[in-house]
């Protein structure tokens, strides 16, 4: 019986922790496609996200061909032909790509804290992207925020959670994706339920991005809140520029950001 019972408890252990790979993985790049499209991505968001940010994975799984063809080119494409601004687009587009595809293939879940246990959904997924395996969190941290040092970016990932910045509703390119990240930047910032100043109690209240990233907003000021000077509503930006404010990070909302 006590065997049978370790055996249960092994299986149940590799289920959860084991690495699940994409079917992609393990497929030659092809370096001579020069020109990269998004256009497919670019449907797929227009046609299933709204205008809140919600992504309709029910109907999407349902209708999942467009984003299957644009993830079989961002397994083989040839990223660095590209310039940096569409380089950083490309990424950017295959990060949140990728995540949508993770979501809808466990679909119906409520949360990506749901698919694996301890972050296992960026950490245990793999994907293919430019001839190469990588897990969420690779792309994020090792290619994203490794090349492209602007912490503008974590206003564009955007991780099926309500806690995340609003899913755009259009693909990146790279001759916009200068506008788009401060555009991007300025919605996140000016919006209550992600950073909100009280300034009778002196306090600002921050999703936990400024918290776990803290190092990507110094590059070029001395603190966080130097760098939301530049984004917040005047008064606001007026009041952190003269006093003294405590930092009161806001619980994470880790609920899918699913169209209801």
């Keep these: 019986m006590g065997l049978l019972v370790l055996s249960g408890v092994g299986v149940t252990f590799l289920y959860w ?19 990269f499209s998004h256009t497919l991505f670019d449907e797929v968001l227009q046609t299933f996200v709204d205008t809140e940010g919600r992504l309709d994975y029910a109907r999407l799984r349902e209708q999942p061909e467009k984003l299957e063809t644009y993830l079989d080119r961002l397994a083989v494409a040839a990223p660095e032909k590209m310039s940096y601004n569409e380089r950083l687009a490309f990424w950017v587009n295959a990060y949140n790509a990728l995540v949508i595809k993770a979501v809808i293939d466990r679909f119906p879940i409520t949360s990506v804290r749901k ?15 430019a001839g190469k395996s990588y897990t969420l969190n690779q792309i994020e941290h090792e290619v994203i925020r490794e090349e492209f040092v602007d912490a503008r970016v974590h206003f564009v990932l955007v991780c099926a959670s309500v806690g995340c ?3 755009e509703n259009r693909a990146f390119l790279g001759e916009t994706i200068e506008s788009r990240l401060e555009a991007a930047t300025f919605s996140f910032i000016r919006n209550p339920n992600k950073v909100r100043l009280d300034s009778d109690e002196r306090r600002l ?6 918290k776990w990233y803290e190092q990507d907003f110094l590059e070029g000021y001395t603190n966080v809140g130097e760098f939301l000077i530049d984004y917040l509503p005047q008064e606001d930006a007026e009041f952190l520029e ?3 404010v405590g930092y009161h990070y806001l619980d994470y909302d880790w609920t899918l950001n699913d169209k209801q």
């Design 17 to 35: 922790f084991r690495v699940e790979k994409d079917a992609r993985v393990g497929q030659k790049a092809t370096p001579h496609i020069k020109i």
């Design 115 to 129: 698919v694996k246990p301890f972050g296992g959904f960026f950490y245990r997924l793999q994907f293919q992207v």
């Design 165 to 167: 910045p609003s899913l």
């Design 205 to 210: 209240y921050l999703s936990k991005i400024f």
């Design 242 to 244: 003269v006093e003294e």
